[in-house]
C-alpha cells in the first residue's frame, strides 16, 4: 500500500506553519506565515497551497491555547486571541471536505516526540515549547494527558503584573522570549548599554530572540543576563514539574532552545536546587529530536492516530 500522508498545522501566537508529512514523519513540503486576525481563511489557503498528494488522510491542528476536545474547539487563546471561541475545526470540514482534528500545540509536540522523537524511548514525560510563550504537554503511559496541562501559566510570582491569561506572575512572563524581548526593550529604553543598540539598525524594538543571543555570544553583558535571568525563571518551574510529576524526562522544544548553553543550561542549573534530589537524579532534560518541526509533526500525527482502518476513500 502507497503510504499515507496528512497535513499538520502548528497555529502559535506569531507564526502558522504547515506541512504535508508522510506516516514515518518525513516533512514533504512545508511553509511559514504570520499568523493573521482572518485566521480560518489563512488556514483554509495555507492548506489548499500546499496539498499535493492523493493520499492526504486529513488534516491536524495543533493550537497554542485551551482545547474543549469534545466539541474540537479553542476555548481561549492569550497569545492568538482571534482564534478563541471559533469553530475552526467546524469551517475547515465544510470548506475542505476533510477530517479534521485538533489538539493543544505542545500536547501535539509531545504526541510527535513520542512516536518518531525523542520520547520513544519514555512512557511519562512532559514536553515544553519554549517560544514567543510557553506550552507543555504530558504524555503519561505513553499516551497524551487529556488535561488542560497549561503548565506555562504556573504562577511563580503571586504578586507580579498580570498575564494576557488572566493569572499573575504566570512562567511565561518570565521565561518565554516575549518576557526577553521586554525585559531588553525595557532596559535599553532605560540607557542601559549593550550591543543591542545597534540591532536592527537602531530599532531595538524590533528585537528577536536571535538578536539577544547572538549579542550574548558576542560577550554582552545585558544580553547574557537577560538569558540567565529567564533561565532561572524557567528553571523554577521545571523543579516544579519534577515535584508534581516526577516524569522520566522533560523535553524542550521551541526556538529558544537554540540557547541551550546560556538560557537552558541555567534552568536546569537552578532545577538542581530547588527540585527534590532523587526526583531531579531520575528525570533526564533533553533536547526534542524534532527540533522546530515537533509540532506540525505532532499535528500530523494526531490525524494517524485518529483514522480508522482501512482507510476510507482517498481525499
Partial sequence: MSEKYAIGVDLGGTNLRVALVSESGKIIRKLKKRSSEQIVDALADSIVEIRH??????????????????NSRVLASPNLPAIGGTDAVGELRRRLKMPVFIENDANA???????IGAGRDFENFVLLTLGTGIGSGIIHRGRVLEVPAELGHMSINFEAEKCPCGNTGCLENYASA???????????EKGAESLLKECCKGSFYKLTPEDIYGAALDGDNLSREILKDAGRYLGVGL???????GPEAIILAGGL????NIY???AIREASRRAFKDLFDGVKIIPSSLEDNAGIIGAACLVFSNLPEPLPSKY
Wanted: proline share 0%; aromatic share 2%.
Fill in 109 to 115: 509536540a509531545a504526541l510527535g516526540e513520542r512516536m
Fill in 239 to 245: 523543579a516544579n514539574i519534577i515535584n508534581v510529576l
Fill in 264 to 266: 537552558v543550561q541555567e
Fill in 53 to 70: 498528494a492523493d493520499r492526504i488522510c486529513g488534516i491536524g491542528l495543533g493550537v497554542a491555547g485551551l482545547i474543549d476536545r469534545k
Fill in 257 to 260: 532552545t537554540g540557547a541551550w
Fill in 178 to 188: 516575549r518576557a526577553m524581548i521586554a525585559r531588553a526593550v525595557s532596559m535599553l
